[in-house]
């Protein structure tokens, strides 16, 4: 059974400070990952996509990846309130054929 | 460009009655998903088409789920009869190809159908 794992929070920072979100997978195949953000009432958006181990990063967004640890995790620097939402972390392998796995999401809660 | 859409975007049904969300994904993706989101949750898949294919469907309940993508483009997911635990966001999701093929696949929402089963 492949599993995503985050801590489902709510993760409470106040504005200006940096988020941390993490997120383990249990498939060692897993070569694609993604960060999604979503708002309550609306569906997921794609923010962040990371597919070689190390950092990726997007405007305010880091994206870090370690195969070894089976682990990534997505980094908000200056948090505005703007950025509380849940946040899904989502694996694939490279194979074509395997689904998109979602966790279960960390509500972030940024604090003005 | 147009995205994923969907609808209905609310329905509201008694236990043991049918119900069916419709979902037309953007233009030109090959790939299309339907997710199952109950509150609190991550989405789950229930069906993958390829085409109008299915590629996965492990996830579905066979017994009472039912989905199709007549011509490749258009899908339908039904569920009959519906159960109180079917009370859900449904999400349709598209992507152009195949995810974990090429690594610029990504994966596209509609908007979703809220689904109480009362």
């Known amino acids: 059974q492949k599993e995503v794992e985050q801590n489902s929070g709510p993760l409470s920072v106040p504005e200006g400070a940096i988020a941390s979100l993490n997120c383990t997978y249990s498939?060692?195949?897993?070569?694609?990952f993604f960060w999604y953000r979503q708002y309550s009432g609306k569906s997921p958006e794609l923010i962040m996509s990371?597919?070689?181990?190390g950092d990726k990063e997007d405007g305010r967004f880091t994206a870090q990846l370690n195969k070894a640890s089976q682990y990534v995790s997505l980094l908000i620097r200056d948090s505005q309130p703007s950025d509380s939402a849940t946040y899904l972390c989502?694996?694939?392998?490279?194979?074509?054929?395997?689904?998109?796995?979602f966790g279960k999401g960390t509500r972030l809660s940024v604090i003005a | 460009e147009a995205g994923v859409a969907q609808s209905p975007r609310y329905k509201i049904i008694e236990k043991r009655q049918s119900v069916a969300f419709w979902c037309n994904p953007i233009?030109?993706?090959?790939?299309l998903y339907w997710y199952q989101q109950i509150l609190g949750q991550g989405p789950k898949l229930l069906i993958q088409?390829?085409?109008?294919?299915?590629?996965?469907d492990s996830q579905l309940p066979k017994d009472r789920f039912s989905a199709e993508r007549l011509k490749g483009v258009d899908s339908t997911l039904k569920i009959q009869p519906a159960k109180l635990e079917d009370s859900a966001v449904y999400l349709c999701?598209?992507?152009?190809?195949?995810?974990?093929?090429?690594?610029?696949?990504?994966?596209?929402f509609g908007s979703g159908t809220q689904l109480s089963v009362l």
């Open positions: 498939d060692r195949v897993s070569q694609s």
């Open positions: 088409f390829q085409n109008n294919g299915v590629v996965d």
């Open positions: 999701a598209s992507s152009s190809g195949l995810l974990g093929v090429a690594t610029n696949e990504k994966l596209f």
């Open positions: 990371i597919y070689s181990n």
């Open positions: 233009s030109g993706h090959a790939t």
């Open positions: 989502a694996v694939t392998a490279f194979s074509g054929n395997t689904p998109l796995v």
